[in-house]
Each structure stands twice: as structure tokens, then as C-alpha cells.
């Protein structure tokens, strides 16, 4: 199981695995066309299960807005391939 977080852009969503060598390059691109990051880190098998479990329950996974140390957190989890955060689901 892999680690992945979520961006979202109006209604899309996108899913993006934590600690590879193209997380960064991900997460600057999405952020650059717009989105924003949604979720905490959701461990999951694939991104279409991130996917589905984040829509199934997206109040488990939503960041605060107001926490920028649960997001500072997240990131620092998106794109270090040595640290992983375990959230159990």
C-alpha cells in the first residue's frame, strides 16, 4: 500500500502518490494549473482507490483550511521519499 494525497480543481479530483521521484514535479504542475491540495494522506492500494475512498468519506480526509500545520505536514509527506505518514483507514 502506497501513500497518496488529492487535488482538486472545481469538480476534479486527482490523486497523486506520495514519495516518488515524480511526486514534486506533480504537485508543482497541479498547482500551477490551479488545484489545490484537499486530503491528508490516504494509503491506499492504487489511485483509483485514493479516489474512492477520499469521495466515500471526504470529511475523514479534508484538510482544514486553517491548519497550515496539517498541510505543511502533508506536504512534507508528498514529497519525501524517506518519511511516510500511516493513517490508518
Same mark, same amino acid.
Given at each position: 500500500?502506497?501513500?497518496?494525497?488529492?487535488?482538486?480543481?472545481?469538480?476534479?479530483?486527482?490523486?497523486?502518490?506520495?514519495?516518488?521521484?515524480? &511526486?514534486?514535479?506533480?504537485?508543482?504542475?497541479?498547482?500551477?494549473?490551479?488545484?489545490t /491540495? $484537499? *486530503?491528508?494522506?490516504?494509503?491506499?492500494?492504487n489511485?483509483?482507490?485514493?479516489?474512492?475512498?477520499?469521495?466515500?468519506?471526504?470529511?475523514?480526509?479534508?484538510?482544514? &483550511?486553517?491548519?497550515?500545520?496539517?498541510?505543511?505536514?502533508?506536504?512534507?509527506?508528498? /514529497? $519525501? *521519499?524517506?518519511?511516510?505518514?500511516?493513517?490508518?483507514?
Amino acid at each position: 500500500m502506497s501513500q497518496y494525497v488529492i487535488f482538486k480543481k472545481g469538480d476534479l479530483f486527482v490523486a497523486v502518490e506520495c514519495g516518488t521521484s515524480d &511526486s514534486k514535479d506533480e504537485y508543482e504542475s497541479l498547482t500551477e494549473q490551479g488545484f489545490t /491540495l $484537499s *486530503s491528508q494522506a490516504i494509503e491506499a492500494s492504487n489511485t483509483e482507490e485514493a479516489l474512492y475512498f477520499y469521495n466515500d468519506n471526504p470529511r475523514m480526509y479534508a484538510l482544514e &483550511s486553517e491548519n497550515s500545520a496539517v498541510a505543511e505536514s502533508v506536504l512534507a509527506t508528498l /514529497l $519525501s *521519499s524517506s518519511w511516510r505518514a500511516v493513517f490508518k483507514i
